[in-house]
């Protein structure tokens, strides 16, 4: 800030006050110091106002993309969420951040925190970046993932029971007599691969082998979910039930189903994954795995202030149930 105002010849405080837009500065003298500000790269460090001021109380809100997929912020599952840190923050007396990362680029969720604007993050999420999140944990970035537990992890995650999830879900499809159940989801995701496993542990436990082309690679991106799915269906594969991933893959299989005159749960039976809020309203009703939206909301936000406040990064995991509705 001194060397801003030696060069704009006006006093720090006046440089404080252009900076900040304060109304007692000409529009002239204010765009010439917000100028020389950013030849020099200098930003007001938000962290060190708010350390004057005692407090910060924001924390960051990330959800990343892939850039090939480019899953919408409007996916059912990342709404619910929001909502639910939302809510949880806002309880606790804080604001949010809301933001978007490319997920190969995941070391930019600690801007926020390093420029001040954030005391922590909330990432929604582990995509392939396990071993950049551990980086940023070592770092000492205040971190919180959304996401499945895995091996040597630095970071603190919150997520549901993956593996029983796809357990639960598969073998309630079993157990109605299913004979060639379909796996939708993008398997190379942390989450989606634990609930494979489940998956594949309920098919073990009944000695049904599974067919290779009973697994169908699906992105969460709701356009190239629908044409992958869709093109699935259209090739009449010997399928009498199916197990999403997630509640959106699964609404997606039951439209490509009905489109082809098949009829749910009559000749195929589906099961998704989250128990989003409209998947009861959807039709048929949908019977998926709940995964505790509001709780999780709680947890994150509750993990995320511990970390700030001097804890080690805790893991969090939340029970999951089936919920039995009409689709299954």
């Not at 091996?151 to 499809?173: D, F, I, P, W």
């Not at 809020?277 to 709680?298: D, E, H, M």
Request: glycine share 8%; proline share 4%; net charge neutral.
């Amino acid at each position: 800030m001194e060397d801003v105002a030696r060069i704009a010849g006006v006093s720090r405080a006046t440089v404080s006050r252009a900076l900040s837009g304060h109304p007692a500065i000409s529009e002239e003298t204010r765009q010439r110091i917000h100028d020389i500000a950013r030849s020099l790269n200098y930003t007001v460090n938000i962290g060190a106002k708010n350390l004057r001021q005692g407090r910060n109380q924001t924390i960051g809100f990330v959800i990343p993309y892939e850039s090939t997929v480019r899953q919408a912020v409007s996916d059912p599952f990342f709404l619910s969420m929001l909502g639910s840190v939302a809510d949880a923050l806002t309880d606790r007396g804080f604001e949010m951040l809301v933001s978007r990362v490319d997920a190969t680029q995941i070391d930019e969720v600690a801007s926020a925190v390093d420029s001040g604007r954030a005391s922590g993050v909330i990432l929604i999420g582990q995509w392939h970046q396990h071993e950049q999140l551990n980086r940023l944990a070592d770092r000492g970035v205040p971190l919180v993932v959304w996401g499945g537990q895995l091996r040597k992890q630095a970071y603190a995650t919150v997520g549901s029971e993956n593996q029983l999830g796809g357990y639960l879900a598969a073998r309630h499809l079993l157990e109605r007599g299913a004979r060639h159940v379909a796996f939708l989801g993008d398997l190379n995701l942390p989450e989606v691969g634990l609930r494979y496993q489940g998956y594949l542990q309920a098919h073990a436990e009944v000695g049904r082998k599974v067919l290779k082309r009973l697994q169908v690679n699906v992105p969460f991106a709701a356009g190239l979910a629908k044409t992958a799915i869709e093109h699935y269906f259209a090739a009449r594969p010997r399928v009498d039930a199916v197990c999403a991933a997630s509640d959106l893959l699964a609404m997606i299989a039951i439209q490509s189903l009905g489109a082809l005159g098949l009829r749910v749960p009559e000749d195929v039976a589906v099961v998704g994954y989250d128990d989003v809020p409209f998947a009861a309203s959807f039709n048929p009703p949908l019977t998926t795995v709940s995964q505790q939206i509001v709780r999780a909301g709680v947890e994150l936000v509750s993990a995320l202030l511990e970390i700030i406040g001097g804890g080690k990064p805790q893991n969090r995991t939340l029970p999951t149930s089936l919920i039995l509705r009409q689709s299954a």
